[in-house]
């Protein structure tokens, strides 16, 4: 059953934080927070959230979070408000520190039988290049608990991948270190309405950069976005089925953006994003217009899903 949420509730917009995707969960903030007051909420408005927190929410009766990154999406903020006993949309504290770190959310969707791209995990201090002696270059080198492609690098040999994992250690000490492979690449939404999870439609992205990088994101015309995706009739109902299923196995919950990279009709899951951007040109509003849900009804639709990360 949907939550009945009051016009007169006086909702935090959760945004800018301390992590590294500060300026985007701005924007984002900043979007969702119009749409709430076209929607009638009046008494919502944007707090950005520091050390002061805890004081920060107090008067408030719901959060609407639209933090990405460190404390915002890895069940640092989820756990203040739980604490707080403040209802918040999106993912609850577990899911939210699984689907943040790289590698847990692969060991998750693993058990489940989900397609994964071969990989390695190197801890803090370990030597990259026997790591890696079983992997094919290129490879791809992830900090293992950020976002918006910070720290990420593609290297070809031995002494690109140690330069690029030292950059990405300024990020996360922990790396996530897996083959370069050439396919497709698709994201799904993942939304919940009355508690059940659907995908939204898949876009396919093109972009102009080897890969989808951060300029490639966050830049206009540096991605060719294709919706829907131009897929199989039966390759796009498995890519949205094994969306739903990682969503469910990683115990998500309201909204989640799941990323594939399709090579040889193998749609490889690369990651969950718990909580997807808002902003002008980020993927989950077009993907959810393509289903007929405007930026508006998306607000709300997130907005209502509020407690069913408990």
Same mark, same amino acid.
């Given at each position: #059953?949907?939550?009945?949420?009051?016009?007169?509730?006086?909702?935090?917009?959760?945004?800018?934080? #301390?992590?590294?995707?500060?300026?985007?969960? %701005?924007?984002?903030?900043?979007?969702?927070?119009?749409?709430?007051?076209?929607?009638?909420?009046?008494?919502?408005?944007?707090?950005?959230?520091?050390?002061?927190? +805890?004081?920060?929410?107090?008067?408030?009766?719901?959060?609407?979070?639209?933090?990405?990154?460190?404390?915002?999406?890895?069940?640092?903020?989820?756990?203040?408000?739980?604490?707080?006993?403040?209802?918040? $949309?999106?993912?609850?504290?577990?899911?939210?520190?699984?689907? +943040?770190?790289?590698?847990?959310?692969? &060991?998750? #969707?693993?058990?489940?039988?989900?397609?994964?791209?071969?990989?390695?995990?190197?801890?803090?201090?370990?030597?990259? /290049?026997? &790591?890696?002696?079983?992997?094919?270059?290129?490879?791809?080198? &992830?900090?293992?608990?950020?976002?918006?492609?910070? =720290? +990420?690098?593609?290297?070809?040999?031995?002494?690109?991948?140690?330069?690029?994992?030292?950059?990405?250690? &300024?990020?996360?000490?922990?790396?996530? /270190?897996?083959?370069?492979?050439? =396919?497709?690449?698709? $994201?799904?939404?993942?939304?919940?309405?009355?508690?059940?999870?659907?995908?939204?439609?898949?876009?396919?992205?093109?972009?102009?950069?080897?890969?989808?990088?951060?300029?490639?994101?966050?830049?206009?015309?540096? $991605?060719?976005?294709? %919706?829907?995706?131009? @897929?199989?009739?039966? @390759?796009?109902?498995?890519?949205?089925?094994?969306?739903?299923?990682?969503?469910?196995?990683?115990?998500?919950?309201?909204?989640?953006?799941? *990323?594939? @990279?399709?090579?040889?009709?193998?749609?490889?899951?690369?990651? /969950?994003?718990?909580?997807?951007? +808002? $902003?002008?040109?980020?993927?989950?509003?077009?993907?959810?217009?393509?289903?007929?849900?405007?930026? *508006?009804? @998306?607000?709300?639709?997130?907005?209502?899903?509020?407690?069913?990360?408990?």
């Amino acid at each position: #059953m949907q939550n009945i949420i009051s016009k007169d509730a006086k909702i935090a917009v959760l945004c800018g934080g #301390m992590s590294s995707e500060r300026e985007i969960s %701005l924007r984002s903030g900043k979007n969702c927070l119009n749409a709430l007051h076209r929607l009638g909420y009046k008494y919502a408005e944007i707090v950005d959230v520091s050390e002061n927190i +805890m004081n920060d929410l107090k008067g408030f009766q719901y959060a609407y979070n639209t933090l990405h990154g460190k404390y915002g999406e890895d069940g640092c903020i989820q756990g203040v408000l739980e604490i707080l006993k403040i209802p918040y $949309t999106g993912c609850g504290v577990m899911a939210s520190a699984i689907c +943040m770190n790289k590698e847990y959310t692969k &060991k998750v #969707m693993g058990t489940a039988g989900l397609p994964l791209i071969t990989s390695v995990y190197l801890l803090a201090n370990e030597d990259p /290049i026997s &790591k890696v002696k079983n992997l094919n270059y290129p490879l791809m080198i &992830k900090p293992v608990s950020e976002g918006s492609s910070f =720290g +990420m690098s593609k290297v070809n040999n031995e002494q690109e991948l140690v330069t690029a994992v030292e950059e990405a250690r &300024k990020y996360n000490s922990e790396i996530l /270190i897996e083959e370069y492979l050439v =396919g497709i690449a698709a $994201t799904v939404g993942v939304l919940e309405k009355n508690g059940k999870a659907f995908a939204t439609e898949i876009l396919e992205l093109r972009p102009k950069n080897e890969w989808y990088d951060y300029e490639a994101k966050y830049t206009k015309g540096m $991605t060719e976005f294709i %919706l829907p995706a131009e @897929l199989p009739k039966e @390759l796009s109902e498995n890519v949205k089925r094994n969306a739903v299923k990682a969503f469910e196995v990683c115990g998500c919950s309201g909204v989640s953006r799941v *990323d594939f @990279l399709i090579v040889d009709n193998i749609p490889y899951i690369l990651e /969950i994003n718990t909580n997807p951007g +808002m $902003t002008d040109t980020s993927d989950l509003p077009a993907q959810a217009l393509a289903c007929g849900i405007d930026y *508006d009804n @998306l607000v709300d639709l997130i907005l209502h899903s509020v407690g069913l990360n408990k």
